[in-house]
């Protein structure tokens, strides 16, 4: 005998649809904002820990250290609720009217995430010959410059497959953004299931949007893997 | 792949039956077992929280679960839950009853089955001290409430023009508030209190005298586990009329001032 009886009417159209859609649309906007900017700091930091003046690398691995190996629910609270205390009132003011509850997630997801992508170019960075740096600042190129031309191009391009993995995360930990009233989808399918108890219709729902969400993620980087960085997948 | 779909569908199938098999009598299993599994609130006093000397749950709700499991002869097991998580818990079989601050309304009542109502109470707002006289005052504004709790529903529909904004649960709505991230707290008046009485700085707020909902708390249990419903309401009917049920309210609400408007009858 069957207790729970299944409606999927309830959510592929009406007021419960558009709670899912525009929850999905949140989840898009944190995980595309955090992606991109974690990924620029995450190389700032790697170039940083790689840098010869020590008190820069230094930092940088205390940076590291300190947002890799703490949870990621805890620097969300932390960005939320504990910012309060060091910002000026003014500024305090400014985020309550227009709601901090957006850019505090997305700043925390971002300087999770460019932690690891850090450590992973990095990684990249290491696999290549040092002899290619020291070729590079016998030429006469900067420290800077040998990193940007003939470094980081080929580093980068090991550091896909890892990188796709961090971005999968960042898709997939936005939902903890929940936590602070950040309406995305995991939030509408909650929202959904309290309203109408259909909690496995509206989970089923978020679970196929974060999956198809994930496959997109990895073909856009296999596809810029292949045709634009001619990178042909092993056989 | 095909193997893949296989498993699934029998771990599919698997917790189907299981969950079928739950619906019983939880009576005569709790009398059995000799535990009653019940779920509350660990951070709402004064209905279910962590007392700082004993370090063990206690409150309103569990007072009057523990009378119940006295009648009946079994243990209590107390274990948290959430607003949001309580029902599925309670459908899955992993809690028994919920004792958990819980409203009883129509949606709720045709998936389980509640008790007469145990407690009566509005839902009203936590502000800062002057900030708000009426409703009037709060349309437009950004209010905090936990998530999956009737008071969200309730908000949105007296303020449709407010950001209801929905946390895990009260603690973090009270701190936001605290910070101006939200310009009023929502819930029911008797949990605001305590949320009030636990706050650092109690001086800087109020509740102002207006209500936008009733709020009647009733015990919850599976749907069709009509003798264990019947026991416990039989039970609370004596509670009330042995004075038990107004000595509990006493020892939890005296000392707020809280006076007990309501008695414990049988539902019409």
Redesign the interface.
């Known amino acids: 005998?069957?207790?729970?009886r299944f409606d999927w009417s309830i959510i592929t159209s009406g007021q419960y649809f558009d709670w899912l859609v525009s929850g999905l649309f949140t989840t898009l906007k944190l995980s595309a904002v955090s992606i991109v900017f974690a990924f620029l700091l995450g190389l700032l930091i790697a170039v940083m820990r790689m840098a010869h003046s020590k008190p820069v690398r230094w930092f940088a691995l205390a940076y590291l250290e300190f947002f890799r190996n703490t949870p990621l629910l805890v620097q969300i609270f932390f960005w939320?609720?504990g910012s309060?205390k060091i910002l000026p009132t003014v500024i305090?003011?400014w985020l309550?009217k227009t709601?901090?509850?957006f850019a505090a997630a997305a700043i925390a997801l971002t300087i999770y995430t460019s932690a690891f992508i850090a450590e992973d170019i990095r990684s990249g960075v290491l696999s290549i010959p040092k002899e290619q740096m020291e070729a590079a600042r016998s030429a006469g190129f900067s420290y800077l410059r040998s990193m940007q031309y003939i470094i980081l191009p080929q580093a980068i391009r090991i550091t896909i497959p890892p990188l796709v993995n961090q971005f999968l995360n960042v898709a997939k930990n936005s939902s903890l953004a929940m936590?602070?009233?950040v309406m995305e989808m995991t939030?509408q399918a909650?929202?959904v299931?309290?309203?109408?108890?259909k909690?496995f219709e509206a989970f089923t729902a978020a679970t196929v949007v974060y999956l198809a969400l994930s496959i997109v993620i990895t073909s856009l980087v296999n596809l810029y893997n292949e045709k634009v960085l001619n990178v042909h997948k092993a056989a | 792949m095909k193997k893949l779909v296989t498993l699934f569908m029998v771990m599919a199938l698997t917790t189907?039956t299981a969950?079928?098999a739950l619906?019983g009598d939880t009576l005569a299993e709790a009398k059995k077992k000799g535990v009653l599994v019940v779920g509350c609130k660990d951070s709402l006093p004064p209905f279910g929280y962590i007392d700082e000397k004993t370090r063990q749950i206690v409150g309103y709700d569990i007072d009057f679960v523990n009378a119940i499991a006295k009648k009946m002869g079994v243990k209590v097991e107390l274990k948290p839950v959430t607003?949001?998580s309580r029902?599925?818990q309670l459908?899955e079989g992993h809690i028994d009853i919920i004792a958990a601050t819980m409203t009883k309304n129509a949606?709720?009542a045709?998936?389980i089955d509640f008790s007469h109502t145990y407690f009566f109470t509005g839902q009203k707002f936590i502000t800062k001290k002057g900030s708000v006289k009426s409703l009037k005052d709060l349309e437009g504004k950004?209010i905090?409430t936990a998530?999956?709790?009737t008071s969200?529903?309730n908000v949105k529909k007296a303020l449709p023009t407010a950001?209801v904004?929905?946390?895990?649960d009260y603690p973090?709505a009270l701190?936001?508030l605290e910070?101006?991230?939200v310009q009023a707290v929502t819930t029911d008046e008797s949990i605001l209190i305590g949320i009030l009485d636990k706050a650092p700085d109690k001086s800087k707020f109020e509740i102002p005298n207006f209500q936008i909902s009733d709020e009647p708390y009733g015990l919850g249990m599976r749907k069709g586990d009509t003798n264990l419903v019947n026991f416990v309401n039989k039970t609370i009917l004596e509670m009330e009329k042995s004075g038990e049920a107004a000595k509990i309210f006493d020892k939890w609400f005296g000392k707020y001032h809280l006076h007990r408007s309501f008695k414990i009858t049988a539902d019409k």
């Open positions: 005998m069957l207790t729970y939320y609720f309060y305090n003011d309550n709601g901090f509850e936590t602070i009233g939030y909650r929202q299931e309290s309203y109408t108890f909690g | 189907i969950k079928a619906a607003s949001a029902m599925p459908q949606e709720r045709k998936v950004r905090g998530k999956g709790s969200e529903q950001t904004l929905s946390f895990d973090q701190l936001a910070q101006g991230k």
